[in-house]
């Protein structure tokens, strides 16, 4: 993996730990693609008896070329956490048997994904994600995620949309 075009400069020198052996692990950023992955990740698990690890990534934001302002990190990485716990929180909701972990990973989404997938069985992800390219068949990040992970992909669309669950290997 090229680190200045796939993952952003410098994310070569971020390594994050992989998430636990076997189970499925779910990107989660509030998009609808990526709350309907979450869904089906726990749907899976309900079935299969799964540990599902619900996991999002946050970044300092960048302007190009305009004046980056300070951001303090522990309040990104604060309302990344709060963000995943409610999501997390309401689609486990009525669901006491479920097995679910959260993880909020400083780091590029993709590449976060990708290593806390290192051990899993199956890694989901929703079509498209909060970037600005919502026009594509497939995000940048899933499209990643399909390249580049050591185990297979589901990539789940949006509920209501008629596009289909696309799957890799």
Known sequence: MDDEGEFGK????LRHEA?????????????????????????????TGAVVRAVTAWEVPT?????????PGDHLEAEA????????GEATAGR???????????????RVLL??????DLLVVG??????FSGTL????????????TCPVLVVPAEGTDDRIMAGT
């Open 10 to 13: 410098g994310e070569s020198e």
């Open 19 to 47: 998430g636990p052996e076997g189970g499925i692990v779910v990107g989660v950023d509030g998009s609808p693609s990526s709350i309907s992955a979450l869904g089906w990740a726990l749907d899976e698990a309900e079935r």
């Open 63 to 71: 302007n190009w070329g305009k004046p980056v302002p300070v951001y």
């Open 81 to 88: 956490g709060e963000r995943l716990a409610r999501i997390v």
């Open 96 to 110: 006491p048997t479920l097995q679910v972990t959260q993880a909020v990973v400083k780091g590029h989404p993709a």
């Open 115 to 120: 290593d806390q997938a290192r051990r899993a």
């Open 127 to 132: 079509q498209r994600g909060l970037g600005g």
């Open 138 to 149: 497939v995000g940048s990040v899933s499209q990643k995620c399909l390249h580049h992970a």
